[in-house]
């Protein structure tokens, strides 16, 4: 047994320090990022917000609404039909299983234009296993821009790309909205510093990240980018849309969508006919008032985003890390009228 007494920070526990600014307008703030991936020739251009593979957020509806915003949807794993369109606004998502790689295949030999952004998605990424089922994924797409995770360490950042032929790591344990990971196991670690860790040990060796789960405003997502992160993948902020999936209840003549975690009950009842006697849940099923077109919701987000950068005197958000500074905080906002 081992103590780390070094003190983890959540989004919450920080504010950023505004600083001088050349900017005088939102306008002049450029959202877009262009990547280019050490395993691949490719090159991915856009803003590097996603939709969570969650199967009420990951929908072909919600691609259809995000790619005119240049941003890309992470679709579930469980999606039969994926669409004919821009292959670099999605990114197919696929457990370990024989049968995931078996999909993937077929799909591949099928449609290879399809197979352009890989997502191989556990909520364990320290299995061994995951390392070898990469390196299968790498050598039957070659060109591919492979994402996997979820971990939280530096250390196993760097596995996963120099072992795994990872390009990008999805950083983040337990963080969700309606995931109870930490409360079943007591495993994680706060999404703040997980991102300031990893990133640091991404970019030494010329990799990314993606902060997964935690995201509950745009102030969030500028710390995220902040602490390093390179793309931001959000659930709640995108769930109860009418490009959601997700049972529509009406209730005091009041709109509700469902919402839940990829591991909780009603999910692996839906997927997977039920929960094994050898696991339990690890998410949560919550109702979320209807918020109507996603869109109204990303302009708020890339509003605040760019609010964020006008702030710090960056003219892009892969200026942000440079130019941000934390201040730790007791309390970050004023509560009465919540």
């Avoid at 998502?93 to 197979?115: A, H, Q, V, W």
């Avoid at 821009?145 to 337990?174: F, M, P, Q, S, Y």
Wanted: charged content about 20%.
């Amino acid at each position: 047994m081992y103590i780390n007494n070094e003190v983890k920070l959540n989004f919450s526990d920080v504010l950023i320090q505004p600083r001088n600014t050349e900017l005088t307008s939102r306008s002049e703030v450029n959202l877009e990022r262009e990547f280019k991936f050490k395993n691949t020739n490719q090159i991915w251009k856009g803003i590097p917000l996603i939709a969570s593979n969650m199967d009420t957020v990951g929908t072909v509806e919600m691609y259809h609404s995000l790619k005119n915003h240049n941003m890309l949807t992470c679709f579930h794993k469980f999606l039969k039909d994926y669409p004919e369109n821009d292959r670099n606004k999605y990114i197919i998502s696929i457990g370990i299983r024989e049968e995931d790689f078996n999909k993937l295949k077929n799909l591949y030999d099928e449609s290879p234009d399809k197979c352009n952004l890989v997502c191989v998605d556990v909520a364990n990424g320290y299995m061994d296993s995951l390392i070898s089922f990469c390196q299968r994924i790498r050598k039957l797409i070659p060109h591919c821009i492979l994402i996997a995770g979820n971990v939280v360490t530096g250390e196993r950042t760097k596995e996963l790309i120099l072992d795994g032929k990872v390009d990008i790591v999805k950083v983040g344990i337990g963080n969700g909205s309606v995931c109870t990971t930490r409360i079943q196991t007591g495993v994680g670690m706060p999404q703040l510093s997980s991102l300031i860790e990893c990133s640091e040990a991404a970019h030494s060796i010329g990799g990314y990240i993606i902060c997964d789960g935690g995201i509950t405003c745009p102030g969030d997502a500028s710390k995220a980018f902040g602490a390093g992160s390179d793309f931001v993948m959000m659930g709640s902020m995108l769930a109860g849309h009418e490009e959601s999936d997700g049972e529509i209840i009406n209730e005091n003549n009041k709109l509700y969508k469902i919402f839940y975690g990829m591991s909780s009950k009603e999910a692996m009842e839906k997927h997977y006919g039920g929960v094994n006697n050898y696991r339990s849940s690890e998410g949560k099923c919550v109702k979320i008032e209807y918020k109507g077109p996603v869109t109204n919701t990303i302009k708020n987000l890339l509003g605040g985003i760019r609010s964020t950068c006008t702030y710090i005197n960056a003219k892009n958000i892969e200026e942000l890390p440079n130019n941000t500074i934390f201040y730790r905080v007791n309390n970050q906002v004023n509560t009465i009228y919540n």
